[in-house]
T-cell receptor, first 112, second 113 residues
Framework: DAGITQSPRHKVTETGTPVTLRCHQT?????MYWYRQDPGHGLRLIHY???????DKGEVSDGYSVSRSKTEDFLLTLESATSSQTSVYFC???????????FGQGTRLTVV | GESVGLHLPTLSVQEGDNSIINCAYS??????FIWYKQESGKGPQFIID?????DKRQGQRVTVLLNKTVKHLSLQIAATQPGDSAVYFC????????????FGPGTSLSVIP
């Protein structure tokens, strides 16, 4: 899986609690992405990073924040989880701006 | 045959037959297209890509066809095997950065042994 590790793989949390998902890569790729995948939708971009401390918002960024303090780690934080954030979250990495992305195994998050 | 389920269109094919999965993309300015395969419980896996200056590209047992006139992309899988059962989705790149990629919802391929 192109040296991408997501943790945790599964999480159940209560509404209103903060949650942090971690993406770790060993490929030294510059670009990292967080997506969510929901039934009936394609993958939707939450946030992305184009370098250490360089991040930007994607299509569905409300309620999420990210941080990238090292090349290899990209963290996604739900400040106060809501039931609408129940989803499968995927991290992806890419070497260049217009090259294919490689995905992690995903994190299934359930907010109850 | 092909049917539209609650969430995903589905395609059922006999093992050994060829499969054709279709995708309509939205933006005529899209320059780069990718097909991904996603098995149950796993992340999407890159299969093949094609640039807009090409009409056809072949890989191992897979061929992607691009028809820019009607904004249509197809993935052909030769001699479909049980291991090909998965969700397949296309992605179009609207710009020069991967943050401009739009993913389709996918088609579920089921291979009948």
């Amino acid at each position: 899986d192109a040296g991408i590790t997501q943790s945790p793989r599964h999480k159940v949390t209560e509404t209103g609690t903060p949650v942090t998902l971690r993406c770790h890569q060993t490929e030294n790729h510059r670009y990292m992405y967080w997506y969510r995948q929901d039934p009936g939708h394609g993958l939707r971009l939450i946030h992305y990073s184009y370098g250490v401390k360089d991040t930007d918002k994607g299509e569905v960024s409300d309620g999420y924040s990210v941080s990238r303090s090292k090349t290899e780690d990209f963290l996604l934080t739900l400040e106060s989880a809501t039931s609408s954030q129940t989803s499968v979250y995927f991290c992806a990495i890419a070497q260049g701006k217009a090259t294919e992305a490689f995905f992690g195994q995903g994190t299934r998050l359930t907010v109850v | 045959g092909e049917s539209v389920g609650l969430h995903l269109p589905t395609l059922s094919v006999q093992e050994g037959d060829n499969s054709i999965i279709n995708c309509a993309y939205s933006n005529s300015a899209s320059d780069y297209f990718i097909w991904y395969k996603q098995e149950s419980g796993k992340g999407p896996q890159f299969i093949i890509d094609i640039r807009s200056n090409m009409d056809k590209r072949q890989g191992q047992r897979v061929t992607v066809l691009l028809n820019k006139t009607v904004k249509h992309l197809s993935l052909q899988i030769a001699a479909t095997q049980p291991g090909d059962s998965a969700v397949y989705f296309c992605a179009e790149n609207l710009g020069t950065s991967y943050d401009k990629v739009i993913f389709g919802p996918g088609t579920s391929l089921s291979v009948i042994p």
